[in-house]
């Protein structure tokens, strides 16, 4: 089976940094995606990471370790638009499939 | 470009309606798939098409039939549904629907059945 674990909620102030964690145990790896997600609105793609290590997109930065089935998701000097839910979702062994974790919904406060 | 379109944004129904949703994508993806999201849940695969044939169907009741006309289109046609059918309908679409591809999803039709 898949379990994909991130926490539910996270709350940090404007220009802070926030670290969203994911853990996961899957049946097969080929690379974790992180999305973010306005409220109503499409989940928009932000990283993939395959390899072990740290991919860094302007304020934005994922890290993986695939021996300890973790990921983080790292933002940076966070401002009131990255007020979203963010999601883990994990590829597997089957083709077409994501395991999505159930998001962390994040808050940034003035 | 990696832009999906869906239509419409909003659709409210009754219980005994035929409606349909639509999604576009012009990347040249050749995998397309629908989801159903209940709020502050994840997205859950409903049915996935690679090559313009339905290789994934998870166990979708049969009110909900998809099609996929050509290899830029997607349809989901809707009959008869529930209440509990109420939630946001989102298209993506992929590469290939290999294991390593990215999911682009599109802004999603929020439906609402009475």
């Known amino acids: 089976g898949q379990n994909i674990d991130q926490p539910t909620e996270m709350t940090a102030t404007e220009g802070a940094i926030v670290q969203i964690n994911c853990t996961y145990q899957?049946?097969?790896?080929?690379?974790l995606f992180w999305y973010q997600q306005h409220a109503g609105e499409a989940p928009t793609f932000l990283s993939y990471?395959?390899?072990?290590g740290l991919e860094e997109k302007g304020r934005f930065s994922s890290f993986l370790s695939r021996s300890k089935g973790y990921s983080y998701l790292l933002l940076k000097e966070l401002q009131m638009k990255d007020s979203a839910s963010y999601l883990c979702?994990?590829?597997?062994?089957?083709?077409?499939?994501?395991?999505f974790g159930a998001g962390t919904t994040v808050t940034v406060r003035a | 470009d990696t832009e999906v379109t869906q239509t419409p944004k909003h659709l409210v129904m009754g219980m005994t309606n035929k409606k349909s949703l639509k999604c576009e994508q012009h990347?040249?993806?050749?995998?397309m798939y629908w989801y159903k999201q209940k709020a502050k849940k994840p997205p859950e695969l409903m049915f996935v098409?690679?090559?313009?044939?339905?290789?994934i169907n998870e166990s979708v009741p049969s009110r909900f039939s998809p099609e996929c006309p050509n290899s830029s289109l997607l349809n989901l046609h809707l009959h008869a549904l529930q209440p509990e059918d109420s939630a946001l309908y989102l298209c993506?679409?992929?590469?290939?629907?290999?294991?390593?591809?990215?999911?682009?999803f599109g802004p999603g039709t929020r439906l609402t059945v009475l």
């Open positions: 098409y690679s090559y313009e044939k339905l290789s």
């Open positions: 993506a679409s992929s590469p290939s629907g290999g294991r390593t591809d990215t999911q682009y």
């Open positions: 979702a994990v590829s597997g062994s089957n083709d077409y499939k994501l395991s």
């Open positions: 990347m040249g993806h050749r995998a």
């Open positions: 899957t049946s097969g790896f080929n690379g």
């Open positions: 990471n395959v390899l072990d």
